[in-house]
């Protein structure tokens, strides 16, 4: 998928004039990107992905609103608002409560998936500040996004050779047709306009794209993977989405909307 989409992002540069020469100091914040971003975050996933459905994994991500608020205070000296700590304890007890089960059950397995996935959130967030960071810097997104997913591929390469993980290509249609729309929709265009938007109103704001993903995610993985709603778990993923909106939304609105319920009752 990264190795389709590099060269389809490098042969871009190349035909529009877009610059690859960068220096080299640079290089090693966009191998660090493509590491965070493309390699590591993806291989914790794919991990975790075994003993926790699609779904419930999506709403770990959709904690990456709050992560790339607080690494952007770290790294990119970004202030935190109340209201922004207030959001992210919301977020946190909601998926304590979706992932109740999982975390008082006897077994170790879900709650180390669990662990796995936040680790993989935690990376594509430190991976959102350094594309925040390059561009800064200067470098455009689809420089940025054709060298960092080239180190991505790298990465993932040696990851697959010293695990031992086989390379399976099949030539069907179904297969190559998944693959053709990973690398191209849903990594060169999705990719590059979610970093574009980083690079223009923040790392924080810019994950509120992840905000409805957990909601279409349990949708689906109720359909295709079976999984089971309770209560508990309807609460958790309500508080995690008013925890991601208390954290974007601007304190004005959430004042016109205090009022507006405040007359409503």
């Given amino acids: 998928r990264f190795l389709l989409a590099s060269i389809i992002l490098i042969v871009w540069c190349l035909g529009r004039g877009v610059s690859l020469k960068i220096k080299t100091r640079q290089h090693v914040f966009l191998a660090a990107q493509g590491f965070c971003m493309f390699g590591l975050n993806y291989v914790l996933f794919y991990h975790a992905a075994f003993d926790i459905a699609s779904g419930l994994l999506a709403v770990v991500f959709s904690m990456i609103t709050g992560m790339n608020i607080f690494n952007g205070a770290v790294f990119l000296k970004r202030p935190i608002r109340t209201k922004t700590a207030v959001g992210a304890a919301i977020g946190l007890c909601g998926m304590g409560l979706v992932f109740w089960p999982e975390i008082t059950s006897s077994g170790k397995v879900a709650v180390g998936a669990l662990i796995v996935s936040v680790a993989a959130t935690y990376s594509a967030s430190l991976g959102n500040i350094l594309s925040a960071r390059n561009q800064a810097s200067g470098i455009s997104v689809t420089a940025g996004n054709a060298i960092g997913m080239t180190y991505g591929t790298i990465f993932l390469l040696v990851y697959c050779m010293y695990s031992g993980s086989p390379f399976v290509l099949e030539f069907s249609l179904k297969y190559l047709g998944s693959l053709m729309y990973l690398a191209f929709f849903a990594s060169v265009i999705a ?75």
């Fill in 191 to 265: 990719f590059g306009c979610y970093l574009t938007l980083i690079g223009r109103i923040g790392p924080g704001n810019a994950a509120y794209a992840t905000v409805l993903a957990p909601i279409i995610a349990l949708a689906l993985s109720t359909g295709f993977e079976g999984y089971q709603w309770q209560a508990r778990a309807m609460i958790g993923v309500g508080f995690v989405l008013i925890g991601n909106i208390l954290v974007l939304a601007p304190k004005h609105a959430l004042i016109r909307a205090g009022r507006y319920v405040k007359l409503k009752i």
